[in-house]
């Protein structure tokens, strides 16, 4: 099916399952519940969601396949989201234009960066696209302020063209960003009992173009292409003595992780009209390399499970704080629960980053090919277990 494995075809499958029904799967606990504080289920968390998951799948394309580990990749995503915000100020506020140019500027972008970078390999290369995202940082807060906004960031007006579309709306104000009259920020809300599902024409569009990005690179990693990178990170000395030039391949795999990390770059401008140099910063770019490596690089689910991870972590476990730690062990004599709280405090809300970490560190040393590795672990337990008992079961019945 879709020229896929029945494996990947599977795969596939599961991936569409779970992002069409995010909003059930992510608010598992009926509202004023205690444990609401962990439902995920709502827009703006679930577009990061997907839209992190596209910046992870096309980083694995680079590191995962290719082994050439970038610290700059968040230029891109930068630039993807400027690319996105122009198009909104000067042409229309229909997405489809602003993600197309987001992802063509993003790619002829990292066509420069990756022309350069890749003329050194290993640490040298990650140095490179490190400096070039920084360059890049500094100079979308600084030198190129007319065209980024500098410190404010880059913002719709009231004055802006928008050749193709309104202005301003009948009431005054900055239209919103829509597909062909859809806004992105509209949302039908299911109350069902105690639970508020709600399903956000944003996400959806968003989890559209990580389904498209997601059976891309399936694609190339079943493809002779993807078979040339695994070779390049397996041993490039040993194919240069074979004659073959492996810097087309991996320029190609650079060029395309580049144009991923413009779609999803794209798509939050398309999300929330603002573009700001932040999103360039060496942070973001380390951020990706962790969702890629907890997940599991070189797999293809492995990076989306990394990214959902880390933006869990970052948006719900990060606002747990210590009156609902005391509301949860309410049912603790008074002292007793001041010292839990007390030893549980360092790891949650603003302390999330140290939770986060330990994280990392145990999947590190124990899972090095991320949670992929440790699902698979499991389901080798449980087959084993399976077909132990059913070696019992027939060692126990009586013969014929």
Not at 45 to 56: D, T, Y
Not at 174 to 202: C, H, K, Q, Y
Not at 230 to 257: C, E
Not at 341 to 349: E, Q
Request: charged share 10%.
């Amino acid at each position: 099916m879709l020229g896929l494995e029945k494996k990947d075809f599977r795969l596939l499958l599961i991936v569409i399952g779970l992002t069409l029904f995010a909003p059930f799967l992510l608010n598992p606990f009926p509202e004023g519940s205690e444990l609401a504080q962990f439902n995920a289920g709502y827009p703006d968390l679930m577009q990061r969601f997907v839209i992190f998951g596209i910046f992870a799948i096309g980083f694995n394309i680079l590191f995962g396949l290719t082994g050439y580990l970038s610290f700059g990749h968040a230029a891109f995503l930068g630039v993807g989201s400027y690319a996105a915000v122009w198009m909104f100020k000067l042409l229309s506020m229909n997405v489809l234009p602003a993600i197309f140019l987001s992802v063509i500027i993003a790619g002829l972008f990292s066509l420069i960066i990756g022309y350069v970078s890749l003329r050194r390999s290993g640490i040298y290369f990650s140095i490179l696209t490190l400096a070039f995202a920084q360059m890049s940082f500094a100079l979308a807060y600084s030198v190129l302020t007319p065209i980024t906004g500098g410190e404010t960031g880059l913002q719709l007006a009231l004055s802006d063209p928008r050749i193709f579309g309104e202005a301003q709306t009948a009431t005054g104000n900055i239209p919103v960003p829509a597909l062909f009259g859809l806004e992105m920020r509209s949302s039908l809300e299911w109350d069902v009992g105690g639970w508020l599902f709600t399903f956000n024409a944003g996400y959806y569009l968003a989890a559209f173009f990580m389904i498209v990005a997601f059976y891309l690179a399936i694609r190339i990693f079943r493809s002779p292409f993807g078979m040339m990178l695994r070779a390049i990170k397996s041993n490039q000395t040993r194919m240069a003595y074979t004659g073959l030039n492996a810097r087309p391949y991996t320029l190609a795999a650079f060029v395309i992780s580049g144009m991923y990390a413009g779609l999803a770059g794209g798509l939050m401008a398309s999300m929330d009209p603002l573009a700001g140099a932040e999103r360039m910063q060496w942070t973001a770019s380390g951020e990706v390399v962790l969702m890629t490596i907890l997940g599991g690089a070189g797999t293809l689910i492995g990076p989306v499970l990394g990214a959902g991870m880390i933006k869990y972590f970052e948006n719900i476990f990060s606002k747990i704080n210590s009156t609902i730690l005391h509301d949860w062990f309410a049912f603790l004599p008074d002292g007793l629960e001041d010292i839990v709280v007390a030893m549980i405090y360092p790891f949650i809300g603003k302390g999330w980053h140290l939770t986060l970490g330990i994280m990392f560190m145990l999947v590190v040393i124990f899972l090095p090919g991320g949670l992929v590795q440790g699902g698979q672990k499991l389901a080798g337990l449980f087959s084993r277990k399976k077909a132990e008992d059913n070696t019992k079961s027939s060692a126990t019945e009586p013969a014929e």
